[in-house]
Nanobody, 115 residues
Framework: QVQLVESGGGLVQAGGSLRLSCTASGIGFSGKTMLWGRQAPGQQRELVAHITSDGITNYADSVKGRFTISRDNAKNTVYLQMNSLKPEDTGVYYC?????????WGRGTQVTVTV
């Protein structure tokens, strides 16, 4: 079965850094575009970044210059390095794999950025 498990969330002060990891199984990882999204309370899910199978990246304007998405195909893992964190970055962060007609999402990891 498809499984995506996020880790690395936590509580940090504004200006701090955090690295999220997502390990995938059952998806043929190396050939898939991987995504990170986030959702704040009462808000719709927002796409944060993606990385294609050959390493092309794209970022939401709100995180450009601060976040970096990367992947390690040998570990079936996608990362999101988050620097210069702001309180508005707070939310549940999810990873997903593009599986053709739909995205398979993990259960998420909480990121809280305090003032």
């Amino acid at each position: 079965q498809v499984q995506l498990v996020e880790s690395g969330g936590g509580l940090v002060q504004a200006g701090g850094s955090l690295r999220l990891s997502c390990t995938a199984s059952g998806i043929g990882f190396s050939g898939k575009t991987m995504l990170w999204g986030r959702q704040a309370p009462g808000q719709q899910r927002e796409l944060v970044a993606h990385i294609t199978s050959d390493g092309i990246t794209n970022y939401a304007d709100s995180v450009k210059g601060r976040f970096t998405i990367s992947r390690d195909n040998a570990k079936n893992t996608v990362y999101l390095q988050m620097n210069s964190l702001k309180p508005e970055d707070t939310g549940v962060y999810y990873c997903a794999a593009k599986l053709g007609g739909f995205n398979a999402w993990g259960r998420g990891t909480q990121v809280t950025v305090t003032v």
